[in-house]
Structures are given as structure tokens and as C-alpha cells.
């Protein structure tokens, strides 16, 4: 089955830090574009950021740029992302996935995971 799995969600207090991973199974990082997405209660899920192919810039939405940094490691397979200065509002289920393009809505993306839940709370 091709699928993203999502790890390292937690509770952090404002101004924390995360490191969220996400890790494919089935199939391998090559080629793709990935993106990393959020989702808090009520809402619509959201892209947060993307990266075209290995050799790409990542992209950020304005809300998470100079907070957030996304990585991606092919040896492992592996996409990554750094949260620092973390806010009430980024409080979200995080999922990443995979797509042709980072320009594509996100319906087109596929292999969601089961997404990790980050908490921000003090």
C-alpha cells in the first residue's frame, strides 16, 4: 500500500518547537512533489508547505514562513518538518502527501497518512 506515515506530533507550549516526520511506505520520494498540510477543527485541510522535488526550495504559506522548515531525506525516505516559534493557531492534525506538482488543489494530492496531532497550549 503506498502510503505517507506521520510521527512526532505532541503538546508544546507557545514559542516551542516540533520536529514532525513523514515517512513513505511503498514507494520511494523520487519525482514527487510532497506537501505537508494541517487541519484544525471545523476547518478545511490546509496546505502549509511543499516542495516540488529533492532538488527543489521548499514553499511556505505566510503564516508559517521563518517558523517552519520542511526537509526532505532520500536515503530515508523521509520528508521532515521543523516547527519552531510555535502559536496557539498552528494547533492541527498534520498530514503530508504527494502529488505531481505543488501547484495542484489539494483533492490531487494522494497517500495521505493518518496524520500526527500537534497541540499548542500553555
Known amino acids: 500500500q503506498l502510503q505517507f506515515v506521520e510521527s512526532g506530533g505532541g503538546l508544546v507550549q507557545p514559542g516551542g518547537s516540533l520536529r514532525l516526520s513523514c515517512a513513505a511506505s511503498g514507494f520511494t520520494l523520487d519525482n514527487l512533489a510532497i506537501g505537508w498540510f494541517r487541519q484544525a477543527p471545523g476547518n478545511e485541510r490546509r496546505i502549509v508547505s511543499c516542495?516540488?522535488?529533492?532538488?527543489?526550495?521548499?514553499e511556505y504559506v505566510d503564516s508559517v514562513k521563518g517558523r517552519f522548515t520542511m526537509s526532505m531525506d532520500n536515503a530515508k525516505n523521509t520528508v521532515y518538518l521543523q516547527m519552531d516559534s510555535l502559536k496557539l493557531e498552528d494547533t492541527a492534525v498534520y498530514y503530508c502527501?504527494?502529488?505531481?506538482?505543488?501547484?495542484?488543489?489539494?483533492?490531487?494530492?494522494?497517500?495521505w497518512g493518518q496524520g500526527t496531532q500537534v497541540n499548542v497550549s500553555s
Open positions: 502527501a504527494s502529488a505531481d506538482s505543488c501547484r495542484v488543489p489539494t483533492g490531487r494530492f494522494r497517500s
Open positions: 516542495i516540488n522535488n529533492s532538488d527543489d526550495w521548499p
